[in-house]
């Protein structure tokens, strides 16, 4: 079987960042995205919609391993209309993944599906993969998210779904918005500051998936997060400290509310609410970690 892995929901920070890790492993790349087709440093494009079964399906057919990052951004004010596009895009793109996978003559090997930490809501409780789940849009999108996954048995194709964190890296992610306010000295304690940030580095998450491709014992859910998450207040405190910058003001939840709202255009849920969470399965399995501190990891990204 060719070393073929098909990206959906490839184009995007994370996906692009792992296209470029498997590349450098030896693999060949296939991105499904809405994008024209098209041939690009070596990574061939397919077009698709996320929902119905067509040419693209093909692409799966033979592949090695299939790996699902689609989903509408949940980077957005959370009206009616893109409550439903986020839920809909994530569980119609499951589905049309799995039928595709069903009617392949060559099945992948695995299917490793993308999920999120925020099944666990917003809680300072320590989570684990055993964890009770939180409540919440968030949390729910996440409930359905995993049910639809594990929903279908692929008799023939390990499923591995990882619960992603705060995953940090250069030119984009979830990183780069937080850099732009510590550069213009607005990079203090958000709201709390309590709110926890399971960070990690995006070479860890990287290597967290291609161990999910090669490790034939890796199934069901892992925490696909660093072992050592930090509190808003840490985290920011560190950035700065990183950066060159001096002491920022904080920036109370009224006024992270107005900002989100008026100025970013996305929920003030997203920077007001967080979650403590490690990686049990990943650590009990013997997964090494490259970075666990916060601060080399952020001076890594910042050279």
Not at 73 to 102: D, M, P
């Given at each position: 079987m060719e070393r073929k892995v098909v990206i959906a929901g490839g184009s995007g920070f994370l996906g692009q960042s792992l296209s470029a890790f498997l590349i450098e492993k030896g693999y060949k790349i296939t991105i499904i995205s809405r994008n024209p087709a098209k041939m690009v440093n070596g990574i061939r494009y397919v077009q698709w919609d996320g929902l119905h079964l067509d040419d693209w399906a093909s692409e799966v057919d033979g592949s090695y391993t299939l790996v699902?990052?689609?989903?509408?951004?949940?980077?957005?004010?959370?009206?009616?209309?893109?409550?439903?596009?986020?839920?809909?895009?994530?569980?119609?793109?499951?589905?049309?993944?799995?039928?595709?996978?069903?009617?392949?003559?060559m099945p992948p090997k695995v299917f490793v599906q993308a999920g999120s930490l925020a099944i666990f809501g917003n809680t300072k409780e320590l989570c684990d993969e055993y964890s009770p789940h939180g409540d919440g849009f968030s949390a729910e999108v996440c409930k359905l998210w995993e049910e639809a996954f594990?929903?279908?048995?692929?008799?023939?194709?390990?499923?591995?779904?990882?619960?992603?964190?705060?995953?940090?890296?250069?030119?984009?992610?979830?990183?780069?918005?937080?850099?732009?306010?510590?550069?213009?000295?607005?990079?203090?304690?958000?709201?709390?500051?309590?709110?926890?940030?399971?960070?990690?580095?995006?070479?860890?998450?990287?290597?967290?998936?291609?161990?999910?491709?090669?490790?034939?014992?890796?199934?069901?859910?892992?925490?696909?997060?660093?072992?050592?998450?930090?509190?808003?207040?840490?985290?920011?405190?560190?950035?700065?400290?990183?950066?060159?910058?001096?002491?920022?003001?904080?920036?109370?939840?009224?006024?992270?509310?107005l900002g989100a709202y008026l100025i970013m255009r996305t929920d003030p849920s997203l920077a007001l609410s967080g979650r403590k969470c490690i990686p049990k399965r990943l650590i009990d399995a013997g997964f090494t970690f490259k970075y666990t501190d916060l601060k080399d990891a952020l001076k890594d990204l910042m050279v």
């Open positions: 699902n990052f689609t989903g509408k951004s949940v980077n957005c004010i959370y009206t009616k209309k893109n409550k439903e596009e986020i839920i809909s895009s994530r569980i119609n793109s499951v589905h049309a993944l799995q039928q595709a996978v069903l009617n392949s003559k594990f929903q279908q048995e692929l008799t023939n194709t390990r499923q591995v779904l990882l619960r992603i964190g705060f995953a940090l890296g250069k030119n984009g992610g979830a990183l780069e918005p937080l850099q732009r306010l510590a550069q213009y000295n607005l990079g203090g304690t958000i709201g709390s500051g309590e709110q926890y940030i399971s960070w990690l580095h995006i070479d860890d998450l990287n290597e967290m998936i291609l161990w999910a491709i090669e490790n034939d014992e890796m199934r069901g859910i892992y925490n696909a997060t660093g072992p050592n998450p930090v509190t808003n207040k840490v985290f920011m405190r560190t950035l700065r400290d990183v950066m060159g910058k001096g002491w920022s003001p904080p920036v109370p939840a009224p006024f992270v509310w």
